[in-house]
């Protein structure tokens, strides 16, 4: 098999490698990778600033789009030929997160997807819906996973307010699926041409935050001054403060990522949660359950990822355009 791995850390440093293919074990199945796409948790881990105690050599990514080649013995769910997606977290399969179910991430805990062949357990795949190509379905593992779960948290009506920041991977399925659910959505970017993007989408209202820093107020003015129902939240301790001043009073914070910069803990927002009575919920991706219900809403209305493709070969070049930002929904690598 051939694969990238993270022989010492730093994008530069990410390796082409040649390893021998395993053989599926007992419950265990032999996928050929068909395309992997990229997270901001993937670079973090390349760079050694997601786990600087990482076991190297570490095969990175959590997300790709898989053919069943072989079963090993007692495999009974999948054939040769079926379509999957492997889950983030192999051994969250239902209900809640427990540090149990947390270990076993893909690309992190275990060797990830960033190879044109892996085994996975079993039970550690879903399959993928028969309308997208392998190029869009390596998109949902993560990000569209849990963009349905922070939509969830806010336990959203038709006609809720949905504030979402920036155009990557997280905020584009979030705009896509909240759409769904008929809700208005909000949205912020550096740019106004990702913007416009975004309302070919169904964005209901957007705003440049280079150019009007303070989108909390207008996100206020945009709901009459009463504030958001759900900010999906994916810049971090940076942005929070004026997520919690954008939100509704009982509203509710999804907290996905941590893309932006560290706020001063001193003044972090305690009085904004108190005042707003806000809940702010953390979202770690979700189950395999999550994925499978996602997928069938993804299904019933054959909804399409939003990426950019690229070659095997540029690994590299994609991670550095992750870093810099400036993709609009997810970067995708297919396997050649």
Known sequence: MQAWQISSFGVDSLEFVERPTA??????????????????????????LYNPKLHLPRIPCSDGACEVV????????????????????????????????????????IDGMLADYIVLKETGMVRIPDHLS??????????????????????????????????????????????????????????????????????????NYREVPEWDRWALDQTGGQGVDLV???????????????????????????LAGPADPVSFPIASILHKQARIQGIYVGSRKDFEEMNKAISLVALRPIGENFPWSQAREVLTRLEAGSHFGKLVLTVE
């Open 23 to 48: 053989s599926p074990g007992h419950g265990e199945v032999l996928v050929a990778v068909r395309a992997i796409s990229f997270n901001y948790r993937d670079l973090l881990m390349v760079k050694g």
């Open 232 to 258: 999906v939240e994916v810049g971090g301790a940076g942005t929070l403060p004026r997520s919690l001043r954008a939100l509704r009073t009982g509203g509710v914070v999804a907290q996905v990522g941590v």
């Open 70 to 109: 072989a079963v090993g013995e007692g495999v009974t769910a999948w054939s040769p030929g079926d379509r999957v997606a492997a889950i983030f977290m192999q051994n969250w399969l239902d209900g809640a997160l427990t540090p149990a179910k947390a270990r076993g991430a893909l690309g992190g805990d």
């Open 134 to 207: 392998f190029q869009e379905a390596a998109t949902l593992p993560c990000a569209a996973v849990a963009a349905w779960n922070a939509l969830a948290a806010g336990n959203l009506k038709p006609g809720a307010n949905v504030l979402i920041q920036g155009t990557g991977g997280v905020s584009i399925f979030a705009l896509q699926l909240a759409r769904l659910q008929g809700a208005r959505v909000l949205g912020i970017s550096s740019s106004y041409e990702k913007l416009e993007r975004a309302c070919s989408l169904g964005l209901d209202a957007g705003l």
